[in-house]
């Protein structure tokens, strides 16, 4: 019996969907680069952000790029990966900030975690087994 994301994974739809995906995690992690990259810029935004810091922004902005690379390949692991260690420690509290720029933030980190979710629900089965493999029946 095959899962409703198996049918995903074998129609038409589902490259479709992927790529969507990917898309949505390219758009949300560029947009959320550049914020950071203004938080760094600007000089009025680097006093809002007190003991968090340049050190942490620029952190965070490496993590905005590196969320764009791993959609683009559509790596979902990764793209799990750059979501946790965004939104755990600062985009949850960015989402509760007065500041709308910051609110934006977290509202990113969330629309990403959409995007690794539909690539990681969408991504290829591999269905190759290698004669090395302890399960496979080779020759």
Known sequence: MSSPADSVNHSESGGVLRTFGRLLGIVASSITALIWLAVLWLPSERDVLGHFGV???????????????????????????????????????????????????G??????LGAVIIVRVTRPKDVETHSNDPGSAGP
């Open 107 to 112: 509202l990113l980190n969330l629309i990403y």
């Open 55 to 105: 050190v942490g922004a620029a952190l965070m902005l490496f993590f905005a790029i590196l969320g764009v690379i791993a959609a683009h390949h559509g790596h979902g692991k990764l793209m799990l990966a750059m979501f946790l260690a965004a939104f755990l420690p600062i985009g949850a509290f960015m989402l509760w900030t007065t500041q709308p720029m910051y609110r934006w933030l």
